[in-house]
């Protein structure tokens, strides 16, 4: 006489090797699921950083070698608490140059955002030409 189907043994060892199987699978998708969250974050924040360095790079009337600072709007920015801090410099200058002369100027943005309770951060540089005002010209030397 044959005896078809499984016994309570084998059943409840498939069962216990599904439950491993499934739960790796479930914590492995849960890990890929924060990654995920964290380089859509990141992302959104790098775009965010572009798009202010290049405001920055176009405005003719920013403070000289004064920090100054803002916020993104909670709809760009995915409802993080983010905001930016920026601060423009002289960097190179003909030798001997005065007032109304060329020179290069660099722009430093730091844009920073909440994650809990770390602060996070992406640093930004970039250099653009100008003019030397009275103030600039320094004493003997480039501005570095």
């Known amino acids: 006489m044959k005896h078809r189907g499984f016994t309570l043994l084998e059943v409840l060892v498939a069962t216990v090797i599904m439950a491993v199987a499934v739960t790796a699978l479930m914590s492995n ?3 890929s699921l924060n990654n995920a969250a964290k380089l859509t974050e990141y992302d959104r924040l790098t775009v965010l950083a572009r798009r202010k360095m290049d405001e920055l ?6 403070p000289r070698s004064v920090p100054f600072n ?11 608490n983010c905001g930016w801090q920026a601060r423009l410099s002289g960097f190179e200058a003909p030798p001997g140059a005065g007032p109304g002369a060329r020179a290069l100027e660099r722009i430093e943005l730091e844009v920073w955002w909440m994650r ?15 003019v030397l005002a009275a103030g600039d010209v320094p004493a003997a030397g480039g501005l570095r």
């Open 29 to 31: 998708l849960t890990t």
């Open 57 to 62: 790079l176009a405005a003719r009337n920013l």
């Open 70 to 80: 803002g916020g993104f709007d909670p709809a760009a920015s995915g409802g993080m």
């Open 116 to 130: 809990g309770q770390d602060r996070r951060s992406i640093r930004l540089e970039a250099f653009r030409p100008g």
